[in-house]
């Protein structure tokens, strides 16, 4: 059974650079002194520091040296953004695809996610093609889902893998081809997926004889380009 799971929203954690005065900040927070940690980032922040700005957003999002405050979260991630920080500009989109802070509003999520899509951040592909799948917050557009999915899938993202694989199993956006939804299943879970697991098996029992030999040897390949290659990337916080 073709299973879906179109979510892509995700939060990012702060972006450590060595820079003086933010690192102290960063390495109180790090030894979980999170209200000295919060003072520092705010006294930076306010001096517009965009790196201190995305660090106190994610503090008020987190609940971290202040009791939560989704609100003040919100406006210091589109303090960052408007400065051209990426983790700020992807949070902000969630936070407006979710409500969090601000009113609900796909609009606004897709701009944000746009920018940072045509720039080429997987992250912001894969949770763009959600949008498109479900028509939400621009027309809805499967050819368009697809294509982003398979932007980010080549970039090691696993969601994107997952849904690519979905996509060509179910011929939406694309052409049916249990082949290609086998091998991008199998590349997702490589990585640990399980409900491209299932999906896998489901696009196995359709294949037989010389299509299954091709998906097999197709899948090895996607594993080493589309997996190994970015493993090390994708072991970093997301």
Do not use: C
């Amino acid at each position: 059974m073709w299973r879906w799971v179109v979510a892509g929203f995700l939060m990012l954690s702060v972006t450590v650079q060595a820079v003086a005065g933010f690192d102290e900040a960063v390495a109180a927070a790090n030894d979980g002194k999170f209200a000295e940690a919060f003072e520092a980032f705010s006294v930076l922040a306010e001096q517009d520091d965009v790196r201190a700005q995305q660090a106190l957003a994610w503090m008020y999002y987190e609940g971290q040296g202040r009791k939560r405050d989704y609100e003040k979260a919100a406006y210091w991630y589109r303090k960052a953004a408007d400065q051209g920080n990426i983790t700020a500009q992807i949070n902000l989109a969630q936070m407006y695809a979710y409500g969090q802070g601000v009113p609900q509003d796909f609009v606004e999520a897709a701009r944000w996610w746009q920018k940072l899509a045509e720039q080429g951040d997987s992250r912001s592909q894969a949770a763009l093609a959600g949008l498109y799948f479900q028509g939400k917050g621009v027309e809805q557009n499967k050819a368009t889902a697809t294509s982003l999915w398979r932007k980010a899938a080549e970039q090691g993202n696993i969601e994107a893998q997952r849904n690519l694989g979905l996509m060509y199993g179910k011929g939406q956006g694309v052409e049916q081809d249990d082949v290609q939804a086998y091998a991008w299943l199998h590349a997702a879970t490589k990585q640990g997926d399980k409900v491209a697991e299932q999906s896998r098996d489901y696009a196995l029992q359709q294949l037989t004889g010389a299509r299954l030999k091709e998906a097999e040897l197709l899948a090895g390949q996607y594993v080493e380009k589309y997996v190994v290659a970015f493993e090390e990337e994708n072991k970093k916080p997301h």
